[in-house]
């Protein structure tokens, strides 16, 4: 299943992998272990954030996901479900099934 997390640095954690020049290294193991299909980086409540979209094939694989993160960074992490264009059109018999269900006043 394709999943977003999104990983938020500690401040003083990041200064420090910044200025020892451990940061880079670090992430680019953590992402190469990930094998994600994309990754973006930018600041999300003033601090260093990754938005990660990977695929999960089963959730056991969730500890070697995000404890990277927790040890590299000290980070704050959500996972999320997420879809593609086409997945919500694909979904499109969920929606009218909800609605015939619980829709209607």
């Known amino acids: 299943m394709r999943m977003l997390l999104t990983a938020s640095m500690d401040v003083e954690v990041g200064n420090a992998a910044v200025k020892d020049g451990t940061l880079g290294?670090?992430?680019?193991?953590?992402?190469?272990?990930?094998?994600?299909?994309?990754?973006?980086f930018a600041t999300k409540d003033g601090r260093r954030t990754a938005f990660v979209v990977f695929d999960m094939t089963d959730s056991?694989?969730?500890?070697?996901?995000a404890e990277p993160w927790f040890l590299a960074f000290n980070a704050s992490i959500s996972v999320e479900p997420t879809m593609t264009p086409a997945d919500l059109a694909a979904g499109g018999p969920g929606f009218a099934n909800a609605i015939n269900k619980y829709g209607k006043s």
Do not use: G, N, R
């Open 25 to 40: 290294p670090k992430m680019q193991q953590i992402l190469a272990d990930m094998k994600p299909e994309a990754a973006y």
């Open 60 to 65: 056991s694989q969730l500890p070697a996901i």
